[in-house]
């Protein structure tokens, strides 16, 4: 892949990207844990890409002051991005929050930060994986 230059990305354009990359670490969790069927798999990951999922998720990290200024930016930057598409079955405030969670992974994968993104990614899972018990 050629480097993109993501500091001069807008939001949407991170929060594309970091949709999909999130969601491979979601299903290669899924998998790794013996899930097979389609319907199943797919149920499963809602409870961790929901765009409410992934607001509380972020909310969560800011409690816990686990970003630095620098993603916080990027994370601002995909929150307060012009969408011209909401997300069924949730409100605009969650949908918003939801893309600049997308936006931070999208920041994370183009800046080549892998380490960093693997690490925040097995947070998500984890903290999802607590909260259903």
């Known amino acids: 892949m050629t480097q993109m230059d993501y500091r001069q990305m807008n939001g949407i354009a991170l929060a594309y990207m ?9 299903r290669q969790h899924l998998l790794a844990n013996g899930m097979t069927k389609p319907t199943k798999l797919h149920h499963t990951a809602t409870r961790y890409v929901s765009a409410k999922a992934q607001a509380a998720l972020i909310e969560k990290m800011q409690e816990q002051d686990l970003l630095s200024a620098e993603e916080l930016e990027f994370y ?4 307060n991005a012009k969408s011209h598409t909401s997300a069924k079955n949730t409100s605009v405030l969650t949908y918003r929050v939801s893309t600049g969670f997308e936006a931070l992974f999208g920041y994370l994968y183009l800046s080549g930060q892998q380490e960093r993104l693997e690490e925040l990614a097995a947070w998500c899972i984890k903290t ?4 259903k018990k």
């Not at 999802?128 to 909260?131: G, I, N, P, T």
């Open 18 to 26: 970091g949709d999909a990359i999130y969601e491979v670490y979601v």
């Open 76 to 79: 601002k930057r995909g929150r």
């Open 128 to 131: 999802v994986q607590e909260e």
